[in-house]
C-alpha cells in the first residue's frame, strides 16, 4: 500500500510514567479504571498502557475549551459507569437484506458471533473480529490501529486504553466489494449505568471499492430509556485510488450519553463520501476529522442531525486539505424541535500549498419550536491563493406560505407541516445508498417525536 503511517500519537508508557504518577482528574479516572479492568498481551497491552497513561493525565473537557463550549459534560459526570458484559443473544435489531451475509454485531463492545452472518465474501476482503484474526494478519493492523491523527484526544485515548477487540474491515488490492458491510454496535445496559467503548478499523488497500454501514443502536432488553456511554472510535485509511462509501447511523437511547470519533486518512486519487445520521442519545458528539495525505482526492460529507426533546447533539468535523487539486463538499443539516440543541461546527483547512482546491460547507437548520436552538460555526483556514471555497450557515422555521400553498391543495396543516419536514431530511437520507437502510430512515424520521408542531 501507498499510505504512509507515522509513528503512533499515543506516547510510550514508560517515556509519561512520571507524569502519570498523580492522577489530574478523578472521574475520568474512574473510567480509565472500569475499561482497563481486562488485560490483553503482546503488541495491544503495550498500545493501551500507552493511551491509559495518556489519560492519566488529561481531564474530561468543559465548556471553558473552545471546542466544548456549547457542550456542558457536567451531567455524564454525575453517572458512574460500569462495564457490563453478558449473554445476549435474543437482542433484536435491524437486519439489512444487502448485507445478510456480511454483519458483525458487538454487544457493549463485545463481539457476539451468535448475532453477526460472514460468509460468501469475494476473496480478497476481510471481515472479522480483531480477536479472530491470524497471528499475520493481526500484525498487519498493527500498522494502522491507534496509528490515525488526533489519539491524544482524551476520549480517543480512553477508547484505545481499553481496547481487548475491534472491528476489522481490510480490503485487498484492486478488490471491489459490491456487498455493503454492516457494523452493529448495540448497548445494553445492566442494573447500573454500562460503559461500552466500540472500535473499527477500516482499510482499503489501493485501488479497492467497499460500502461501510455503521451503526450504533440501544438493545431492546431491558428497555432503551436505560442510561449508558457509548464511547466509539473508527479508523479509515484509504489507500491510493480507492473508494469508501460510509454510512453512519446514531440511534442510541433517549437517555443515552454518545461520544464517536471518525478518523480518515486520504491518499492520492482517493474518494471519500459519509452519510452521518445523528438521532438518537440524550447527549451525543460526533467528530468527524479528513486528513488528507495526497494530492487529487474527494471528500463528500453529508450529515443530518433530527432531535427533540431535551437532546443535545453536537457535530464538529475538520477537513485537512494539505495538498493540491482536491475537492471536498460538505452539507449538514439540523431539524430541532421542542427545547433540544442542536451544533455544528466545522472547519476546512487549506495551507499555502494546496492550491486549487475546490471546497465547500453548508450547514442548513431548521428549528420547529420556539425554543429549540442551535449554535453553527463554519470556517474556512485558508493561506493557499489559488482556490475556490465557499461557506455558510442557514436558521429557519417553517414557511407560512408553503403551509398554505399545500392546505391550498386539501393537506391539513399538521401533515403539511411534516411533508415539509419530511423533504428537508430525505435530501440527505435520499443519498444513501443501501436501499433497506434509506427505508428504515424514512420511516424512523416519519415517526420520530422530534418532529414537534410548537411554532
Not at 503495550?46 to 473552545?66: C, F, M, Q
Not at 471481515?127 to 476520549?155: I, K
Not at 494530492?295 to 477537513?319: F, P, W
Not at 465547500?360 to 436552538?373: M, P, V
Amino acid at each position: 500500500m501507498s499510505i504512509q503511517v507515522s509513528p503512533s500519537p499515543i506516547p510510550n508508557s514508560n517515556v509519561v510514567s512520571l507524569t502519570s504518577m498523580l492522577d489530574r482528574d478523578d472521574y475520568l479516572t474512574g473510567l480509565l479504571n472500569q475499561v482497563t479492568a481486562t488485560k490483553t498481551e503482546g503488541w495491544l497491552q503495550d498500545l493501551r498502557e500507552g493511551a491509559a497513561s495518556w489519560v492519566r493525565h488529561s481531564t474530561i473537557p468543559t465548556t471553558r475549551e473552545e471546542e466544548w463550549r456549547f457542550t456542558d459534560l457536567s451531567s455524564l459526570r454525575k453517572v458512574q459507569f460500569n462495564v457490563e458484559t453478558g449473554n445476549y443473544a435474543s437482542l433484536q435489531f435491524d437486519i439489512l437484506p444487502e448485507a445478510a451475509n456480511s454483519r458483525l454485531v458487538f454487544v457493549n463492545g463485545v463481539y457476539a458471533p451468535e448475532l453477526s452472518a460472514v460468509r460468501d465474501l469475494p476473496s480478497g476482503i476481510v471481515v472479522s473480529n480483531l480477536a479472530g484474526l491470524p497471528v499475520v494478519e493481526q500484525e498487519n493492523v498493527q500498522q494502522y490501529l491507534a496509528q490515525a491523527e488526533g489519539a491524544q484526544e482524551v476520549f480517543t485515548a480512553l477508547n484505545t486504553a481499553g481496547i481487548t477487540d475491534a472491528a476489522v474491515v481490510w480490503v485487498k488490492k484492486n478488490v471491489v466489494v459490491d456487498t455493503p458491510i454492516h457494523l452493529v454496535f448495540i448497548a445494553v445496559a445492566g442494573e447500573m449505568a454500562t460503559i461500552s467503548q466500540p472500535r473499527c478499523l477500516v482499510v482499503a488497500e489501493s485501488g479497492s471499492q467497499v460500502s461501510l454501514v455503521e451503526e450504533y443502536v440501544a438493545g431492546k432488553m431491558p428497555t432503551p430509556e436505560d442510561t449508558y456511554l457509548t464511547n466509539a472510535v473508527t479508523e479509515v485509511w484509504i489507500a491510493d485510488n480507492a473508494q469508501v462509501s460510509h454510512t453512519r447511523v446514531e440511534r442510541e437511547g433517549t437517555e443515552a450519553f454518545h461520544i464517536g470519533k471518525t478518523a480518515i486518512a486520504q491518499a492520492r486519487d482517493s474518494r471519500y463520501t459519509c452519510h452521518a445520521i445523528t438521532l438518537g442519545g440524550k447527549l451525543s458528539r460526533h467528530n468527524l476529522e479528513i486528513l488528507q495525505t495526497g494530492e487529487q482526492t474527494e471528500t463528500t460529507l453529508n450529515g443530518l442531525t433530527m432531535i427533540s426533546g431535551k437532546q443535545l447533539a453536537d457535530t464538529h468535523s475538520a477537513i485537512a486539505l494539505n495538498y493540491p487539486h482536491s475537492t471536498s463538499k460538505q452539507l449538514h443539516k439540523c431539524i430541532v424541535g421542542d427545547r433540544a440543541h442542536a451544533v455544528f461546527n466545522g472547519k476546512v483547512l487549506v495551507p499555502k500549498r494546496a492550491q486549487l482546491t475546490d471546497a465547500a460547507q453548508l450547514n442548513r437548520n431548521l428549528l420547529l419550536s420556539s425554543k429549540a436552538r442551535v449554535d453553527t460555526k463554519p470556517q474556512l483556514e485558508i493561506t493557499a491563493d489559488n482556490v475556490k471555497c465557499a461557506h455558510g450557515a442557514t436558521v429557519s422555521q417553517l414557511e407560512d406560505d408553503e403551509i398554505f400553498y399545500l392546505q391550498s391543495r386539501g393537506i391539513d396543516e399538521n401533515d403539511a407541516r411534516k411533508l415539509l419536514i419530511n423533504a428537508f431530511a430525505a435530501e440527505i437520507i435520499n443519498q444513501i445508498s443501501v436501499t433497506s437502510l434509506r427505508e428504515i430512515l424514512l420511516n424512523t424520521v416519519n415517526n420520530l417525536k422530534s418532529i414537534s408542531l410548537d411554532s
